[in-house]
């Protein structure tokens, strides 16, 4: 048998089955009156789920059953899967954050119902972040100052949160190395933690959690982040452990995209093998299954199978290296004491330029942005690292558009950092982990403005208002087209875009404005709704869409782009690919960089100017 390409049965996994096996912990709890097996997880048809502090039943639930019942029975072979935007209140039931109504008879989990279940539950939560601090409070910190950390050399390596683990942990040594093995980590032991990449802490942490042994473990999006040979190696990992009746169970929570494929009307099969059932939930739509009963019944009927949106690069964006040179790099390197991350880097990157960043996970991806963003410190000895740098402060304004200041390639040590910040526009995993969530937070308008200056700071204003500086020249200029471009990365990319109102599409919903007399721009009341909401109260796949408008707004020289549709869902991945196709997403002065494990999620194809650099082992090379 074969998952995803790899053989089952390796050594390691063989050996980790058959000693859980003789392990024989996790003994399933029957009956008293019936000896028939409970349940591990059950919630009961017509259930309402609400938030904790809602009043009473005349609240919105954040869920219902209606005539579906949930049940998880924990048999060995058994593997869910859950679906659709709202799979977070799906995990935030499981970990007793909800309130369930009418309360089960026999409880959430009735196999743990004469005990306190939470401390055989674990939760693996989509995130990036391996830093403890100060971002766990919800307030920003300085993702940055991993790097430093490193010149220090006082950070754990992997090994050393090994053995710490160890301690707690009911496996033997060898089935936690068997674990270890089947992940691909056991390379990584001698590594400082801090110098993980994002695919490698993301396993890291997987790791953690199974040395816990729980009886219920739940990953939220397990295969995001991970390049191809991880996902192999994962896959194979879950589809052994599925069929040990002493090993936790696990259910994993996917994009739908990464289970269902969609094309020429029709949807294809493409989950992970080992899944054998499906939950659904998304807006009023709760439904749950076997993976056959998926796709034969649910998909056909429920979810849309239609094509993606036509292309409409226009040829204004299809003139890549036309322009000047943004950022180039020659026989860059960088090296952790031995241990080389980049080696001999030679990398040109001009306007218009349109780049897919690839590489394995550990491959030196997330250390080379870093040089770009001038945030790692030995950006600053580098012979030849050329960053954009202005010769002036403003820029040129009319009531329509905003052009970049002049500006000139610097090295980094005279490149002043607040404008490198402002001439490159970034989304990655660190800075959505790190932009401030501290309760209530900052609005979606606020959080949108802080990207003309690179800023992490509420601006406390308005929705319909921004921030000019009065030393800004243009000032009333400048302040009218901040606004307006404000409202067209929130049209754009906002709900009215992946629930099909917005002011573009063919059926626009709702009460449209329109904002700036000379140029007018039609605004849907569900934009204006969405950018007075919350921040903190947005979903992650929501959050990351914001942090993309966010990283757009200003019109930056260089825009980096790293893993950015993590945690959205189809629609509005296929929303944000259009939006960047369009006139008002990038221009032709714009250069991008983006880095994505799924070849699928590149909006450009290289008939469209789209080139590719790939590291492989801190090396770089152009693929023709």
């Known amino acids: 048998m074969r998952v995803l390409g790899v053989r089952c049965g390796h050594p390691r996994l063989r050996f980790l089955v058959t000693s859980v096996n003789r392990r024989g912990t996790h003994a399933a709890a029957t009956s008293a009156h019936h000896g028939d097996p409970l349940p591990l997880i059950q919630i009961p048809k017509h259930s309402s789920v609400y938030a904790f502090g809602a009043a009473n039943e005349r609240s919105s639930p954040l869920f219902q059953t209606k005539d579906v019942e949930w049940t998880v029975s924990g048999a060995a072979g058994e593997s869910w899967g859950i679906v659709g935007r709202g799979k977070r209140n799906v995990f935030q039931t499981l970990l007793g954050h909800t309130r369930i109504h009418p309360v089960p008879q026999k409880g959430l989990f009735p196999i743990m119902r004469d005990t306190d279940p939470f401390p055989n539950i674990k939760f ?17 910190y300085d993702y940055t100052a991993r790097y430093g950390a490193l010149w220090e050399g006082d950070d754990k390596t992997l090994g050393e949160s090994v053995r710490e683990s160890a301690h707690t942990s009911p496996l033997s040594l060898q089935q936690r190395d068997a674990i270890m093995e089947s992940l691909g980590l056991r390379e990584l032991l001698d590594v400082p933690r801090i110098a993980l990449s994002n695919g490698q802490m993301r396993r890291a942490r997987i790791m953690k959690a199974l040395f816990k042994n729980p009886r219920l473990l739940m990953l939220d999006e397990p295969l995001t982040g991970l390049d191809v040979i991880s996902r192999r190696r994962f896959v194979e990992l879950l589809e052994m452990l599925k069929k040990v009746p002493s090993a936790p169970r696990i259910i994993t929570s996917y994009r739908l995209q990464e289970i269902v494929e969609f094309g020429d009307g029709a949807a294809r099969d493409v989950a992970p093998e080992f899944l054998t059932h499906i939950l659904f939930h998304e807006g009023d739509k709760f439904w749950a299954g076997t993976r056959r009963e998926f796709f034969n019944d649910f998909v056909p009927q429920h979810l849309e199978l239609g094509q993606r949106r036509g292309d409409t690069i226009d040829a204004a964006t ?6 000047r040179t943004v950022v180039h790099l020659k026989d860059v390197n960088v090296k952790y004491g031995t241990r080389k991350v980049l080696d001999g880097i030679n990398w040109e990157i001009r306007q218009g330029d349109r780049w ?3 590489g394995g996970n550990g491959s030196g991806k997330t250390t080379l942005l870093s040089l770009l963003t001038g945030d790692h410190p030995q950006s600053y000895v580098q012979k030849h690292l050329l960053l954009p740098s202005p010769e002036s402060t403003s820029a040129p304004v009319n009531q329509s558009t905003v052009t970049q200041p002049a500006w000139k390639l610097e090295h980094r040590k005279r490149t002043p950092t607040p404008y490198l910040q ?6 990655s995993p660190e800075l959505f982990d790190a932009f401030p969530r501290r309760y209530p937070g900052m609005s979606v308008w606020d959080a949108v403005q802080t990207g003309f200056r690179g800023s992490f700071i509420a601006l406390n204003k308005p929705v319909g208002d921004v921030h000019v500086d009065p030393w800004e020249a243009d000032a009333a200029c400048l302040k009218e087209w901040r606004i307006r471009r404000c409202w067209e990365v929130l049209e754009g990319l906002g709900p009215a875009s992946w629930n099909g109102s917005s002011s573009s599409s063919s059926k626009p919903q709702g009460q449209e404005e329109t904002v700036t007399r000379e140029s007018p721009l039609k605004i849907s009341t569900v934009t204006r709704e969405f950018a007075a909401m919350s921040f903190t109260s947005l979903n992650p796949g929501e959050q990351r869409m914001v942090l993309l408008m966010r990283a757009l707004v200003g019109r930056p020289l260089l825009l980096i782009l790293d893993e950015v549709w993590s945690g959205m869902e189809e629609k509005m991945i296929e929303a944000a690919r259009f939006h ?12 991008v960089i983006l880095v994505t494990h799924w070849d699928s999620e590149v909006p450009w194809t290289p008939e469209h100017g789209l080139k590719m650099f790939r590291l492989e082992e801190g090396s770089g090379r152009i693929i023709s």
């Open 356 to 358: 897919h960043l690839q």
């Open 422 to 427: 402002y001439l490159v526009g970034v989304l």
């Open 124 to 140: 693996v939560p989509f995130r990036h972040s391996n830093a403890v601090g100060p971002g766990d409070s919800g307030g920003f």
């Open 580 to 591: 960047l196709d369009g006139l008002n997403g990038l221009g032709a002065d714009q250069a």
């Open 318 to 323: 299809n003139n890549a290296g036309a322009g």
